[in-house]
């Protein structure tokens, strides 16, 4: 009797399911709503509208990277939030700041007839780079707050599910938009065709704004070093340096940046290959975006899975290799042999394994409770590595192009494609040091 009056009184591990399904179904409402309306204000629908104005190829490239250039700053994320009150408190307020910057994109338009065009392409410069700043030290400030919401046994399925519910919008939103777009500016004069962007943009800032809603009842969760213990309101972090960055995180973010510098050479010279070049029409380029969302949907709860058997290594290697291969693809396609463009859309529907296996592995080779400068540096940094490699491969491009455009027109082209792919398949291999995690547990 009094062994089990003794295995009865042991104090069971409280149990957080209930708590990990109600965050997972928020998450995916919220994420739905933020990729609704994110969706109609960046990616194809921004860079046409930035085609309205002719950029040249350097100026392409700054305003497609001005996003990561200024998201790179979140490294103040931390500052911030301390400052601001917690992490929640912070997305939401770089959420909606960061939004209202967005919402005056539109006006460049009333400088359409500038004889340059540079006063309306600087306007939108300063417009992203505010509104690429605010949501940057939000989303970083999510992320880590989510990360202690659910124990890191779930954050597999948490982090996937968030991925089936961007894949479903990105799959849907963006390709129905765009085709009515096109149905209904037939008959409008070039001059009000552009100005329906302004609906566009309008309709998703709202729904970005609603996105805030779902994850309103959750608590905020108080800030801790990595030695557990609560932080005092007015530091900002004293964890050594070997705390903050060890050995299996330095070569995931070498990986990382690696990929991101390579990635980031050819991302302005895609868009501009395709629209110029290749003359892909806006629907068109949202259904080769809707393949890739509907593999990443598809292969989305199979990384999830490998996520939280710790398979995160073996998962982000592999992946890194089959994805570099979409580079190759953009190096055949021309105009006579665009289809190759569907055998890229295609590769990259394994972004899917890319993006969770590599979040996943930065927040658990990261100190618990203390991960926003981890994943500032993974996702953020990342970004504006990616921004400056993408300045040099517009200035790059600019260069070869004026050499060689009479004699060989598509050759600036191709040659950037070539060593992109190159970089984009060897960065897999910084991750050879990372210990394989597969052989522990999940916990």
């Given at each position: 009797m009094d062994h089990v009056a003794n295995e009865r009184a042991v104090v069971r591990p409280p149990d957080h399911s209930?708590?990990?399904a109600a965050v997972v179904r928020a998450v995916m409402l919220n994420q739905m709503l933020f990729t609704a309306g994110h969706s109609l204000t960046t990616g194809g629908f921004l860079t046409y509208f930035i085609s309205e104005f002719r950029p040249s190829g350097f100026w392409y490239a700054l305003l497609l990277i001005a996003p990561e250039l200024a998201a790179s700053l979140s490294l103040i994320a931390k500052r911030v939030s301390i400052w601001i009150g917690g992490r929640k408190r912070t997305w939401i307020a770089g959420l909606i700041g960061g939004r209202l910057f967005a919402l005056l994109i539109p006006f460049a338009l009333l400088w359409h007839d500038d004889t340059t065009n540079r006063t309306p392409l600087a306007f939108i410069l300063i417009c992203i780079l505010a509104w690429s700043l605010l949501q940057g030290i939000g989303y970083v400030s999510l992320i880590s707050w989510l990360s202690d919401l659910v124990p890191e046994v779930?954050?597999?399925k948490l982090f996937s599910r968030?991925?089936?519910?961007?894949?479903?919008?990105?799959?849907?939103?963006?390709?129905?938009?765009?085709?009515?777009?096109a149905y209904y500016i037939r008959n409008f004069s070039p001059h009000t065709a552009r100005w329906t962007y302004s609906l566009v943009f309008f309709t998703g800032g709202s729904l970005v704004l609603l996105s805030v809603f779902p994850l309103l009842k959750f608590p905020d969760i108080p800030w801790t070093e990595t030695n557990g213990k609560r932080l005092p309101g007015w530091c900002f972090g004293r964890a050594s340096l070997r705390d903050v960055l060890p050995k299996g995180l330095v070569f995931l973010l070498a990986?990382?940046?690696w990929l991101a510098f390579f990635q980031g050479l050819s991302q302005a010279i895609m868009t501009k290959y395709s629209i110029q070049e290749l003359h892909v029409r806006l629907e068109v380029y949202y259904a080769l975006a809707s393949l890739m969302w509907g593999l990443q949907l598809l292969f989305t709860p199979w990384a999830?899975?490998?996520?939280?058997a710790n398979r995160e290594r073996s998962t982000f290697f592999w992946s890194l290799i089959g994805v570099s291969f979409a580079a190759l693809c953009w190096y055949f396609a021309t105009p006579e042999t665009w289809h190759?463009?569907?055998v890229a859309y295609g590769l990259w529907g394994l972004f899917s394994f890319v993006n969770i296996s590599g979040q996943n592995l930065c927040l658990k080779l990261s100190p618990s409770g203390d991960n926003v400068r981890q994943y500032a540096l993974y996702d953020q940094v990342s970004g504006f590595i990616a921004g400056v490699a993408g300045l040099i491969g517009g200035l790059w491009?600019?260069?070869?192009?004026?050499?060689?455009?009479d004699q060989w027109p598509l050759l600036a082209y191709q040659v950037i494609f070539l060593v992109s792919f190159i970089g984009r398949f060897t960065a897999a291999f910084w991750l050879w040091p990372i210990p394989d995690r597969s052989r522990i547990p999940p916990t």
């Open positions: 209930a708590q990990t779930n954050w597999g968030q991925y089936v519910a961007k894949g479903i919008i990105s799959l849907t939103v963006p390709l129905a938009a765009g085709l009515a777009r990986s990382r940046w999830g899975r490998l996520s939280d190759w463009l569907i491009f600019d260069t070869m192009a004026h050499a060689w455009t």
